[in-house]
Structures are given as structure tokens and as C-alpha cells.
């Protein structure tokens, strides 16, 4: 497998970087469960010297997510957040990142409740308007920071624009694909610098483990964050990154059940009379329905609905029976989340507010099950409302 450029996505998924073992024809990416090497003499080795520096799992793990989003390189760590810690240890002391306003609630929570001591700046900015991006740019602004589309209002961001004004003010791009995953969006190819997933997601797609991945379009990124997973340490563990290699394998196929049966629940939800609002970039009346074209590829599995009240999401919350309550997303599973309580209860009611986020709003991530199945139980569900 060498021209990996050539192949296709799912042929890239299955293949590059889990070429058979060398050593006895293992179709599968052995888990080299090692802390260390055994070394030939001083300087002498076979290219590994300790687990945090680097290991062939990951090493293979990195290669893999590299080439199905279209990077030069790409560097694992422990889960989403500490790819993004890893990402923004890239800056100093009086730099300033220009952000989204309505990131995963996580992403913010780092930004000012740790890294801010650290003396980094950031501003949040509403990212579907480009010129906010431009105008939020400083002297000291080192890093645009952007998520498409959002969690969970499903605004889209032009990723070709916000690329244009990045270039031209000298800025890094980082777009945290973990929404579309790279089978449906490549943002590297509209522009960006970086790119980061949560593998816990779609990446990985069995709710069975967490990492988090950077992949770069420019050599000198990957080697500051292999820097950093050699002086920070967060990096992702052997038998994590053969999860993720097992996972990405379905990615494409999964995708693609993912897409159809997205469309169908977000139709569904659009006209079903308990429903206010349907938040879904695959509708036609969504505003942005003409870049979501543009941009991607799909429109993946990832819809937020208005119930009207916390009370009626409470009660739809508490009768769903195949799709599962919980935190997370991009499982094989269908998962519902309450936002205002889940993800997002770090802002505040304030902050929800500023950004649009009600009580009533219902997160769901559509799951590879009988699309049928999903349908009946979120119509009997919403009938408690
Ligand atoms: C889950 C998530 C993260 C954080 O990833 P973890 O693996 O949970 O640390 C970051 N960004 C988005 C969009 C997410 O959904």
C-alpha cells in the first residue's frame, strides 16, 4: 500500500497504516503493550526508545488518521481534551486564539478555567459570520479556533473563508472535526492548519474508549506535538489505539447509515407536532443548507431539537427506550443528550443564553439501529409530552 494518496476513503481506512505485520502476516495491527525497548548499543535501536516518546501502535494508529484526513502527520493523545490542551501548549504567554462561541462545552471550560492562567487570551466570536473572525483578529492573535458545525445549535462555519483571512493575517486554523468526521468534511483540503477529533466519537464508533487526534498539514505542527507528547505525556494507550484502529476500519460504511438515517429522524422530527424546532444542516429551511452542501459531502447523524420546556424534555427523556440517555455521541448506539444539563451546564444560564441554548433543547446522535426502531420509540417518547 504505498500510493495511499491514489486509493479511496474506505480504502485508506482499512489499509493505510495496517499493512500486515511484518513479522508473522497479522492482517491485524498487533497492540504492542511495552513500556520500552531493548537497545543494540548507545544510539542504537530500531527507531523506538520508550512508550511516551512513541509506540508501533500508535505509530500505525497516526499514520492511518493521517491519511484519511489528508494531513502530513497526525499525533494521538489521551482523549479530545488533551489533544486540545496539546494543541493550544503550542502557544505562549500573551497570545491570543480566536474562537467559536458555541464550542463543545468542554473546550471553553479549558480555555478559561486553565489556560487563561496561563496567560493565553480568547475571544468568542459567532464564526458563521466570517467578518466577526476578521474583525476579532488582534496583533498578538496567533490561533483561529473553530468547531462545524456547532454543538448543539448546528451553525456552519465556511471553512474556505475563515482559511482566506487566516492566511492573510498569519494565523493557524484548527477546526475540531468530530461532527462530520473526515468521511464527510476534510478541512484540510478548504485550508485549514489542524485538525482535531475526538476519536471517542465517530472515529472510534463504539463507545468503547476514548482518544483524541491532531492532524497536521504542515510538518512543523507535528513535531511541536510530538514534543508534547514527550514532555506533556498524554498520550493514548496501545490497546486505545487498536480500539480506533478496529473502529476506523467500518468508519465509511457506518457514515453512511449514520447520513441516511440522520436525514429520515431529522425529517421525522420536522414535522411531528410536539417538535418546535429541528436544528439539522440537511433540511432545506436550515440557513446555512446551501454551504452545508458546499462544505460536506453529508449531513451526518447529529440533530438538536426544541421540546419547548425542560419539563416536556424531561418527560420525553425519561420514556425513550432503544435510544439511551447519556453524554457523548457518534456511537453505533442512538444517544440523547439534554445540553442545557449535559454538555453544556458549565456555561451557565447566562452564557447558554447568549448563544441560544434552551432548556428544552434535545441532543440526538442517530445510531446504525433500524432507523424504523429509532422513529417508534422517539414518537412514543414525545407523546409524554
Ligand atoms: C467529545 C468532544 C470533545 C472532547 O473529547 P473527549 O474525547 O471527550 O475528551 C471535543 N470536541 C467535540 C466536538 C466533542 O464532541
Known amino acids: 500500500m504505498k500510493k495511499t494518496k491514489e486509493l479511496g476513503f474506505a480504502t485508506r481506512a482499512i489499509h493505510s497504516g495496517q499493512e500486515p505485520d511484518p513479522l508473522t502476516g497479522s492482517v491485524t495491527v498487533p497492540i504492542y503493550a511495552t513500556s520500552t525497548y531493548v537497545q543494540q548499543g548507545i544510539g542504537e535501536n530500531k527507531g523506538y526508545e520508550y512508550s511516551r516518546v512513541s509506540n508501533p501502535t500508535r505509530a500505525r494508529l497516526e499514520q492511518n488518521l493521517a ?95 475563515i482559511s482566506e483571512i487566516c492566511r492573510r493575517k498569519k494565523v493557524a486554523f484548527v477546526v475540531d472535526n468530530t ?13 485549514a492548519d489542524l485538525v482535531v477529533h475526538s476519536t471517542t466519537k465517530f472515529l472510534n464508533g463504539h463507545s468503547d474508549g476514548l482518544g483524541g487526534v491532531v492532524v497536521c498539514a504542515k510538518q512543523e505542527h507535528a513535531d511541536k506535538l510530538a514534543f508534547l507528547q514527550k514532555a506533556a505525556g498524554a498520550i493514548l494507550s496501545p490497546f486505545e489505539c487498536w480500539l480506533i484502529l478496529r473502529g476506523v476500519k467500518t468508519l465509511a460504511a457506518r457514515m453512511e447509515i449514520h447520513d441516511r438515517s440522520g436525514r429520515i429522524v431529522a425529517d421525522f422530527l420536522a414535522k411531528h407536532r410536539k417538535v418546535k424546532t429541528v436544528f ?50 457518534g456511537g453505533v448506539e442512538t444517544l440523547i443528550s439534554h445540553p442545557a444539563t449535559m454538555t453544556h451546564a458549565a456555561l451557565g444560564p447566562k452564557g447558554r443564553k447568549a448563544i441560544g441554548i434552551t432548556d428544552g433543547m434535545v441532543r440526538i446522535s442517530v445510531g446504525i439501529e433500524d432507523v424504523d426502531d429509532i422513529l417508534d420509540d422517539l414518537d412514543a417518547a414525545l407523546k409524554a409530552i
Open 280 to 329: 439539522y444542516p440537511g433540511l432545506a429551511d436550515h440557513p446555512q443548507h446551501a454551504l452545508a452542501k458546499r462544505q460536506m459531502s453529508g449531513f451526518g447523524a447529529m440533530i438538536t431539537f426544541e421540546t419547548g420546556s425542560l419539563k416536556n424534555a424531561n418527560r420525553m427523556l425519561k420514556k425513550v427506550r432503544v435510544c439511551s440517555l447519556g453524554e457523548s455521541l
Open 67 to 161: 491519511a484519511i484526513e489528508g494531513g502530513v502527520a497526525a499525533r494521538v493523545f489521551a482523549s479530545g481534551m488533551a489533544a486540545i490542551n496539546a494543541i493550544v501548549s503550542m502557544l505562549k504567554q500573551g497570545d491570543h486564539v480566536v474562537c467559536g462561541n458555541d464550542l463543545y462545552g468542554g473546550t471553553p471550560r479549558l480555555f478559561n478555567q486553565v489556560m487563561a492562567g496561563f496567560g493565553l487570551e480568547f475571544s468568542y466570536v459567532d464564526t458563521s459570520q466570517a467578518e466577526n473572525v476578521e474583525r476579532a483578529v488582534r496583533k498578538n492573535t496567533r490561533m483561529v479556533y473553530v468547531e462545524t458545525p456547532t454543538n448543539p445549535l448546528m451553525r456552519l462555519t465556511d471553512l474556505a473563508a
Open 179 to 191: 461532527f462530520m468526521s473526515p468521511y464527510f468534511q476534510q478541512p484540510l483540503a478548504l485550508g
